[in-house]
């Protein structure tokens, strides 16, 4: 997890330039951006939901106007298509405006029966958690920064970003937006830090708790660290999501989708499908049209209208694609479609379909992070869902079905955070978001994204005068 001091900066995966580098924080100035975010908790935590609404809405204000900009600056940061940034901007709208519309209903204090505990009245209340440390990665920049970003702050947390080293611009600018919006100062500040530095800010007392969207390995680092402070975390880490296809299913349109589940973001995202199960009798078919439909696809400079496909974010990421699917086509895997590395300047690598996968190969139960699809021939449902299980991750899962008995099949057996049927993996503000296994645990957004980093609390009021009934530990012990 070390980055050296010259490793924080914007390098155009398009061109290979570095367009700007940034020290990273002293120990002072770390020291006191902490110290900063624990004095901005003591008064933030007191402000009313009314008043974090008002500085919600007018965060999702400002990132609208600056929507444009904002996309051109990831484009160039991490080699997104321009298409593409923009919208992760207008999701980052809709997420601020759905914590700002629904955030004071879930902080109002939850009822129980206080009759049932002798009370006069008994109920819980979320209160925040103070200041939470937020990991983040480089391949939604804006998103996933935001996804913990709004219901954090309209919980009444503070937060403290180290984003990927490769994003600074785009980090700076979260800082900013919520500057700009009224938000209290210091209640967001950016760290720009190295990730060796991750384990002095996680285990220091004024930081209560950390998420991360990341690695695997990255995961278990946070995790055996929060767990020696005893610090709570959210995971969310790799998937390798299983897309099942089944002779019942619009074969065009699960083609169609399929292209765009797998080469989203040019094919970097966790919640991409991956490995593709497609049933023997229709696996021709599908195959023909997946293949015909990933060789069409525009691969080119992220910033021009009309490009689907750019260039990986990194140089190490496509040397790390390059190896898989070599070592796979050495262990006898078929290239269908692609398989090369585009010859001009930048991190590009061809839209690719490999079949014929058998389980010596590395990219069986590892996650490829780039536009490479795997296609297995499978005679059952149950076949794919096992090999579907057999991975470690269990992120999210797709199935193409118009048989109930097979989706509910499906819904109960596959092992994944989230289940999408004729349809596509896709994260909404509305709908909560998260896997289970070596691909993390907690939930974000939604009402359970917000509670991750809210106390619980239990509030137990007797009736004036009359004596407590006390429960079977008290009485036993009498
Ligand atoms: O790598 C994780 C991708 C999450 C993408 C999304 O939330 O849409």
Redesign the pocket.
């Known amino acids: 997890m070390a980055t050296s001091k010259s490793s924080i900066a914007t390098i155009n995966p398009a061109t290979g330039e570095t367009l700007k580098t940034y020290e990273p924080l002293s120990d002072e100035a770390l020291e006191e951006k902490i110290g900063r975010a624990a004095d901005a908790f003591r008064s933030y935590r007191l402000t009313s939901p009314q008043e974090r609404v008002g500085w919600l809405r007018a965060a999702a204000d400002a990132l609208e106007a600056d929507t444009d900009a904002v996309a051109e600056l990831m484009v160039t940061e991490m080699g997104k298509t321009l298409a593409a940034a923009k919208a992760e901007a207008g999701k980052c709208v809709t997420a601020l405006r759905y914590y700002a519309e629904h955030g004071p209903a879930m902080l109002e204090p939850k009822l129980a029966d206080a009759g049932a505990v002798g009370a006069e009245q008994a109920f819980l209340v979320h209160q925040p958690i103070g200041v939470v440390l937020a990991i983040m ?1 480089w ?2 920049p804006l ?2 920064a935001m996804r913990f970003a709004a219901p954090a702050l309209m919980a009444g947390n503070v937060g403290l970003l180290k984003h990927a080293s490769n994003v600074p611009q785009t980090a700076l600018y979260m800082e900013e937006l919520f500057r700009k919006a009224g938000f209290p100062a210091d209640v967001f500040q950016t760290l720009l830090i190295g990730s060796s530095t991750i384990e002095r800010v996680l285990r220091d007392d004024r930081v209560a708790a950390a998420t991360l ?1 990341g690695s695997a390995p990255a995961g278990q680092s946070v995790a055996s660290i929060a767990g020696d402070a005893l610090k709570k975390t959210v995971l969310e880490l790799g998937g390798s999501d299983p897309y099942i296809v089944m002779p019942s299913a619009d074969l065009d349109r699960a083609a169609e989708v399929a292209v765009t589940a797998r080469c989203q973001n040019n094919g970097q ?3 991409a499908a991956k490995r593709f199960f497609v049933h023997a009798d229709v696996a021709e078919e599908f195959t023909r049209l997946f293949a015909e439909k990933m060789g069409a696809l525009v691969v080119g400079d992220p910033m021009e209208d009309g490009t689907q496909v750019g260039p990986l974010a990194t140089e190490s990421g496509r040397e790390d694609v390059e190896r898989y699917v070599q070592d796979a086509v050495d262990k006898g895997a078929t290239v269908v479609v692609g398989g090369t590395r585009p010859d001009r300047a930048g991190w590009y690598y061809a839209p690719t379909l490999l079949t014929g996968i058998t389980p010596e190969m590395d990219l069986y139960d590892e996650e490829v992070f780039g536009p490479v699809a795997a296609l297995w021939t499978v005679d059952t449902l149950e076949e794919a869902i096992d090999i579907a299980n057999s991975h470690p991750y269990g992120l999210g899962a797709n199935l193409w079905s118009e048989d109930e008995q097979e989706r509910s099949t499906f819904i109960r057996d596959v092992q994944s955070g989230m289940a999408f049927v004729n349809g596509m993996v ?2 909404y503000p509305e709908l909560p ?1 998260g896997g289970v296994k070596q691909s993390g645990y907690g939930r974000e957004l939604t009402d359970l994204g917000m509670y991750e980093f809210m106390n619980a609390k239990t509030v137990w009021i007797g009736p004036r005068g009359s004596e407590q009934a006390q429960g079977d530990t008290a009485s036993a012990s009498e």
């Open positions: 990665p391949n939604f998103w996933q969207t995202s966790c919640i896709t994260s978001f």
